[in-house]
């Protein structure tokens, strides 16, 4: 998730009231979830983002089980604006599946991308921007976990890109191949006392005849500057897989550039059953520098005025011995 998508994050957003919103002074990530927070990472940021899950799945009416492993990555890459940032996300998947007939196991091992994709995201609404009475009160800890109503108001982002899925995979429908288009919406709300609401709405392969619908919605909470939990609901929809999904886990700040997250996943129901345990990490490559805005405060505007000032006085000097 969120991008970390934990108040220690996102008390630098609420808090800086400034054009420059996205860039944060601790990584901000969008894992241990599957959610993509509104905000991007901010211009000159390299982000990496990446775990390793075991697969285990039963699928009782049609009497066959499923284990192996999983990557997932995400790099992303903050460019042009600070609202916008360009993503590349994938889900390898290597396991074996195993049919159960009579007193014969039948083994059919599998390996391929689940997911492949490439996309940009961008910030089309924020409510936190240049939001004075937004600021935490640096005087009152009661006032900063006290309900604001504003805080109902999201951030808004949309996202663009496109699938790609290789022929004959195996965790696709027969006949989703080569390049689809991937939309999303994706919401967060901020909330006092170190609550992040965040919910991603996904319209993905459109176009072919197994186009899916999924909405995740992903709640988290810190509890110190280091540490935050979550808990999350994921549902998928299509002709080919439809599945509610739910996540809990948690993740540790090492330091302001690196993230450690853990997380289970599990379903409700058999067809198939769903039980997978997730370790990731998040690190970035910091290479953001803010602009520079002449407001006429500069060191170099200061020397001036000081220098005029010098001469100013020299020359009434010089006038008064005259």
């Known amino acids: 998730m969120q991008t970390l998508k934990s108040f220690f994050v996102l008390l630098i957003l609420i ?3 400034s054009v420059y919103a996205q860039y944060t002074e601790v990584i901000n990530s969008n894992r241990p979830g599957v959610s993509q927070s509104a905000f991007s990472v901010g211009t000159g940021i390299l982000q990496f983002e990446a775990g390793a899950f075991s697969v285990k799945e039963e699928h009782t009416p049609l009497d066959y089980k499923v284990s192996g492993f ?80 504003k805080s109902l108001i999201p951030a808004v982002a949309v996202y663009a890109g496109a699938n790609f899925d290789s022929k004959n995979n195996p965790y696709t429908a027969a006949d989703v191949e080569g390049i689809s288009p991937k939309v999303m919406i994706a919401t967060q709300n901020n909330f006092n006392g170190g609550w992040v609401f965040v919910m991603n709405l996904i319209k993905d392969r459109i176009g072919s005849e197994f186009s899916e619908f999924q909405y995740v919605v992903t709640l988290t909470h810190s509890f110190t500057p280091q540490w935050v939990v979550f808990g999350e609901a994921q549902g998928i929809n299509s002709d080919f897989y439809a599945d509610n999904i739910f996540r809990f886990g948690g993740a540790y700040l090492w330091n302001k550039d ?43 505007e200061e020397g001036k005025r000081k220098s005029r000032r010098n001469k100013n006085k020299k020359k009434k000097t010089n006038d008064f011995d005259s």
């Not at 290597?94 to 940009?120: C, H, M, V, W, Y």
């Open 258 to 300: 690196f993230q450690l997250d853990a997380n289970i996943a599990f379903n409700t129901k058999d067809t198939p059953s769903v039980f997978n345990l997730a370790f990731g990490a998040s690190y970035r490559l910091d290479f953001h520098k803010d602009k520079k805005i002449d407001n006429g405060n500069s060191a170099k």
């Open 70 to 149: 999983g990557l997932d990555f995400a790099l992303r890459y903050g460019v042009l604006f600070e609202e916008l940032e360009f993503i590349v996300n994938g889900i390898y998947q290597n396991d074996t599946q195993t049919f159960n007939a009579g007193q014969i196991a039948i083994e059919n091992p599998r390996a391929n991308f689940k997911n492949l994709s490439i996309g940009a995201k961008y910030l089309v609404y924020d409510p936190y921007k240049n939001a004075e009475e937004d600021k935490p009160n640096i005087y009152s800890a009661r006032a900063n976990k006290k309900f604001k109503w």
């Open 15 to 17: 808090g800086s009231g």
